[in-house]
């Protein structure tokens, strides 16, 4: 990670906005084994994500944590536009006013969506450039399920 400017200059934390690294692997395309393995880890890690949650009550999950930036329905949200943001990225987002603005249910249809998008990723070879960034499907399915599971982690943290 580094971080760099509105003109794309390197420059420390301080002063500009984080960018992910994007590693040589990241330029090869994904392959249909990997989109299968793909969605078996997607699946486990968004049980492992819901599991905790389910049994906590709405009150629990809206419940405000000193020196946390969200609740676990804010982390939830969080996650879902996350998944949208990685899919925009490489121009397979659905548009963002169709987002639901309840937690449980961005998370189901952004998730679904990213879902059905995997197949099409197949064999793409394409990689974007965005805001000093680059980004390619392989990228964009490592940052989706490292997300998730460092925010499975948070909301275990929480509970």
Same mark, same amino acid.
């Given at each position: 990670?580094?971080?760099?400017?509105?003109? +794309?200059?390197?420059?420390?934390?301080?002063?500009?906005?984080?960018?992910?690294?994007?590693?040589?692997?990241?330029? *090869?395309?994904? $392959? !249909? +084994?990997?989109?299968?393995? &793909?969605?078996?880890?997607?699946?486990?890690?968004? /049980?492992?994500?819901? *599991?905790?949650?389910? &049994? +906590?009550?709405?009150?629990?999950?809206? &419940?405000?944590?000193?020196?946390?930036?969200?609740?676990?329905?804010?982390?939830?949200?969080?996650?879902?536009?996350? /998944?949208?943001?990685?899919?925009?990225?490489?121009?397979? !987002?659905?548009?963002?006013?169709?987002?639901?603005?309840?937690?449980? !249910?961005?998370?189901? *249809?952004?998730?679904?969506?990213?879902?059905?998008?995997?197949?099409?990723?197949?064999?793409? *070879?394409?990689?974007?450039?965005?805001?000093?960034? +680059?980004?390619?499907?392989?990228?964009?399915?490592?940052?989706?399920?490292?997300?998730?599971?460092?925010? $499975?982690?948070?909301?275990?943290?929480?509970?």
């Amino acid at each position: 990670m580094y971080y760099i400017n509105d003109d +794309l200059d390197k420059v420390s934390e301080a002063d500009g906005y984080s960018v992910e690294s994007f590693f040589p692997y990241d330029w *090869k395309p994904l $392959t !249909a +084994l990997e989109i299968k393995h &793909a969605l078996v880890m997607l699946a486990w890690s968004r /049980e492992d994500l819901l *599991k905790p949650v389910l &049994a +906590l009550s709405h009150e629990k999950r809206e &419940a405000e944590y000193p020196g946390e930036r969200w609740s676990i329905n804010g982390i939830l949200g969080h996650v879902g536009g996350a /998944e949208l943001f990685y899919l925009d990225r490489i121009g397979l !987002a659905f548009p963002r006013e169709q987002m639901p603005e309840e937690p449980q !249910a961005r998370l189901e *249809k952004v998730h679904d969506h990213f879902v059905s998008m995997l197949p099409k990723m197949e064999g793409m *070879k394409k990689v974007v450039g965005l805001e000093g960034e +680059l980004w390619s499907p392989r990228k964009v399915l490592r940052r989706a399920l490292w997300h998730e599971r460092d925010h $499975t982690e948070h909301i275990r943290k929480l509970i």
